[in-house]
């Protein structure tokens, strides 16, 4: 896939830092005032999570969420008695569909480190928000690599395509591209994305320039329709290499009702998610009674 056009900036800001879970620190940017509509994507969060702190049993329905663990351990339990860790570098595709009630919670390093990532709340075509829940992990040594720019550019292709190599599979329902990039300084990247979808990149460390925009860490970069690839460039003299993901998907002609994490296309299936929560009907019958162990941990 070549790249033409160059799709430009709208606009670029910083993720706000908040509190989230229990005792957990997010940087959100995807879910704020700044980007609320930009289908597929719903949320995006940068989060921390120490020892004593995480994401105790909570619902979901109707969406997707993809787990990219950049430092620690994060251990998963569900009530259909799914269980699992992903650690440094691996992915979990968690599919919410009709109802999911599960625990996210941090392991405990040696050096008393936390435990840091980015999570993806993606929505899933109306015809799939009932669909059964699923899990697919992605491990960090299954990813491939491609190099460009006599290896200035390093890029892990989670979902995708660049330079001539694929991703291993797909993952999520919905079509959506991950690319994990680490640009040395006088680096330059030319990455074609599939016309019509909606892309934005989210920076993790050091200054990148993005179509003649310069961009520190920590910043959502959202870029507009028009064009068939992003140009990114790292200036020379840079102390750092820069390290950013690129995340492009494909929208969904729907409408978006959220209510915290119900995610439905009409008031009526959230007033209905809630009563099958409170009931625990129509996806949720094993929420009854049911409590995790890793949850425990918090009490």
């Given amino acids: ?21 229990a005792g957990a620190r997010v940087r959100r940017s995807v879910g ?13 969060d940068h989060f921390t999570i120490g020892e004593g702190a995480g994401f105790p049993d909570h619902p979901h329905r ?13 251990d998963h339990e569900d009530f259909a008695g799914n269980k699992g860790t992903i650690h440094k570098g691996d992915l ?33 075509p109306k015809h799939l928000k009932f669909c059964e829940p699923r899990y697919r992990d992605l491990r960090a040594e299954e990813i491939p690599t491609a190099k460009a720019d006599s290896g200035k550019v390093e890029i892990k292709i989670i979902s995708g395509t660049s330079h001539g190599i694929d991703s291993v ?17 006088g680096g ?7 016309k019509g979808w909606n892309a934005f990149v989210y920076t993790l460390s050091g200054n990148a320039v993005f179509s003649g925009k310069r961009v520190e860490e920590f910043h959502s970069v959202v870029f507009g329709a028009d064009g068939d690839g992003l140009e990114v460039e790292v200036e020379e003299g840079e102390k750092g290499d820069a390290r950013f993901v690129i995340i492009a998907g494909q929208p969904l002609d729907q409408t978006v009702i959220q209510y915290g994490p119900f995610v439905l296309n009409t008031n009526e299936q959230v007033y209905e998610a809630l009563l099958d929560y409170q009931s625990n009907s129509n996806g949720f019958e094993r929420a009854k009674g049911w409590k995790s162990e890793i949850g425990k941990r918090m009490r």
């Fill in 62 to 74: 109707g969406q997707e969420t993809i787990t990219y663990l950049l430092q620690g351990s994060v």
């Fill in 92 to 124: 979990q595709f968690m599919t919410a569909g009709r109802g999911i009630i599960h625990a996210e919670m941090p392991g405990k390093s040696i050096d008393g480190s936390p435990n840091v990532g980015l999570q993806l709340w993606v929505d899933l």
């Fill in 1 to 21: 896939m070549a790249m033409s056009v160059a799709r430009k900036v709208v606009k670029a800001f910083k993720a706000i830092e908040k509190s989230e879970g």
């Fill in 169 to 185: 599979r797909d993952l999520a329902y919905t079509p959506v591209w991950i690319l994990d990039v680490t640009m040395k300084a």
């Fill in 188 to 194: 330059k990247l030319s990455q074609a994305l599939p």
């Fill in 32 to 44: 704020t005032a700044q980007l609320r509509s930009f289908s597929p994507f719903l949320m995006l």
